[in-house]
Nanobody
Framework: QVQFVESGGGLVQPGGALRLSCRVS?????????MAWYRQAPGNQRQLVAS???????NYADSVKGRFTISRDNAKNTVYLQMNSLIPEDTAAYYC????????????WGQGTQVTVSS
């Protein structure tokens, strides 16, 4: 059962922008849940990039602070990640999940969306 469907990735030049979307299955989405974006580059562990609580409070990894913005639309059970001023180090597959006790709630992940930043 697909629970997370990520989209919006692509190839972009350094300094460019992308907006990622994650549609969450209605069977698991709750407006009170903290949602999060993660990313994984080849050879690296999956890394927490940003999170947003049900009340709209957000947190970011230091590496993306000031460049990325997470948001959510509870009516559409969708979470977004606006990425500006992209750099090659942002190249990774991006995934979303529910954040619980500091980690991903679900062990199963969506297919992710690939972001490649290159000139």
């Amino acid at each position: 059962q697909v629970q997370f469907v990520e989209s919006g990735g692509g190839l972009v030049q350094p300094g460019g922008a992308l907006r990622l979307s994650c549609r969450v299955s209605r069977t698991i989405f709750a407006p009170v849940s903290t949602m999060a974006w993660y990313r994984q580059a080849p050879g690296n562990q999956r890394q927490l990039v940003a999170s947003i609580t049900g009340g709209g409070n957000s947190n970011y990894a230091d590496s993306v602070k000031g460049r990325f913005t997470i948001s959510r639309d509870n009516a559409k059970n969708t979470v977004y990640l606006q990425m500006n001023s992209l750099i090659p180090e942002d190249t990774a597959a991006y995934y979303c999940n529910i954040l619980f006790n500091g980690g991903p709630f679900f062990n199963s992940w969506g297919q992710g969306t690939q972001v490649t930043v290159s000139s």
